[in-house]
C-alpha cells in the first residue's frame, strides 16, 4: 500500500447519507449559489442580485400577514365538469396536483391584518398547474370578495398564473365575468382592492382581475402580459423592445403604479390600506 493510500484512508470522511443535499440554491438569474438559510431569511430573494424567486402560498401567507391569520374555507366545485381527457384524466391531474401542494387548489385565501390593517389576502400559487384559472379560483376569489364586504375591510390579491385552464374550456373563460363582478361588489362598498403581480403573470388572469385594482403592485422582474411575446412577434412583426412585459417596462408606460421589493411589500400593503380604506365604512 503506497503512503498516499495510507494518509487518504486515514481522513475522516462524512457518509454520504449525512451530507445534507439542500444547503444551496442556485439562483436562476446570475447563478450564485446562496445558502438555503440566507434565501429563505431574504424572503426568497437572491440577496447577490435582487432576483424575487416564486413561491409559494403558505409562504406568502406567513410573509404578508401577521400571525393569527385565518384561512377562509375551501370552496367546492365540479372536479371534471366537461369529462376532459387528454393523456390522463384532469381529475388525475387535479388529484396530482393537490398531492404536491398545501391547498386544494390554485387559489387560496384568508383573512388577517396587514402591521394592523385589516384584509382579506388571496394568493394565487403558480405550483397547483401553473396557477391556472379555473372555476375553483373563480368561486375562491369570489368568496375573498364577499368576506372583504361581511369584514368591512380591503382585499389584497397576489396573482400567479399561465392563464384559463384548459381542461375547463368555456368554464374557465366565464371567471373572467365572474371576478369582474364580484371587484364591481367590493367597490360600490367602498372597499380598496389592491393587485400585487408576481411572476409570472399572464393570460385570461391578466385580462380580468389581475388589472382591476385601485392600486397595480408589481414585484420585480415579474413577466406580465396577455399573449407570449413569440405571439405578439409573430403578429406584428416587429422586434420588440428590451424587457417587454416586465415589470419594470410595465411601470415604465403607465400600466403599473409601483415595482415593490418583497421585503418592503408589507409596509406599502399597510399605507395603502390605511390610505384607501373609507374610516365611515372600517
Not at 5 to 31: G, Q
Not at 182 to 188: E, K, N, V
Not at 193 to 206: A, C, E, R, S
Request: overall charge positive.
Amino acid at each position: 500500500m503506497s503512503w498516499i493510500t495510507k494518509v487518504r484512508n486515514s481522513l475522516a470522511t462524512l457518509n454520504k447519507r449525512e451530507t445534507p443535499d439542500n444547503l444551496w440554491i442556485k439562483c436562476p438569474s446570475c447563478e450564485e449559489m446562496v445558502f438555503t438559510r440566507e434565501w429563505e431569511a431574504n424572503l426568497s430573494v437572491c440577496p447577490r442580485c435582487g432576483h424575487h424567486g416564486r413561491i409559494g402560498a403558505q409562504a406568502r401567507f406567513e410573509q404578508v400577514l401577521d400571525p393569527g391569520f385565518a384561512m377562509l374555507p375551501a370552496v367546492t366545485v365540479p372536479e371534471n365538469p366537461l369529462n376532459f381527457r387528454d393523456s390522463k384524466k384532469y381529475s388525475d391531474r387535479i388529484r396530482a396536483a393537490r398531492a404536491a401542494n398545501p391547498f386544494p387548489d390554485a387559489l387560496a385565501a384568508a383573512q388577517g391584518s396587514i402591521e394592523g390593517q385589516p384584509a382579506v389576502v388571496g394568493v394565487q400559487d403558480f405550483a397547483f398547474m401553473g396557477g391556472s384559472m379555473g372555476m375553483a379560483v373563480g368561486e375562491a376569489f369570489v368568496a375573498a370578495a364577499e368576506r372583504a364586504i361581511a369584514a368591512r375591510c380591503g382585499l389584497v390579491m397576489f396573482t400567479a398564473a399561465g392563464g384559463a385552464r384548459m381542461q375547463e374550456g368555456i368554464l374557465s373563460l366565464m371567471q373572467m365575468p365572474k371576478t369582474t363582478v364580484a371587484l364591481r361588489r367590493l367597490s360600490r362598498a367602498g372597499l380598496p382592492y389592491i393587485v400585487v403581480l408576481t411572476d409570472p403573470t399572464t393570460g385570461g388572469v391578466t385580462a380580468s382581475y389581475a388589472m382591476l385594482g385601485d392600486v397595480q403592485i408589481a414585484e420585480p422582474g415579474a413577466l406580465i402580459g396577455f399573449a407570449g411575446q413569440r405571439v405578439i412577434r409573430d403578429t406584428i412583426r416587429e422586434k420588440l423592445p428590451e424587457g417587454f412585459q416586465r415589470a419594470e417596462y410595465l411601470h415604465a408606460h403607465g400600466m403599473v403604479d409601483q415595482v415593490v421589493a418583497r421585503p418592503e411589500l408589507r409596509a406599502t400593503l399597510s399605507r395603502l390600506l390605511d390610505y384607501l380604506t373609507r374610516k365611515d365604512v372600517a
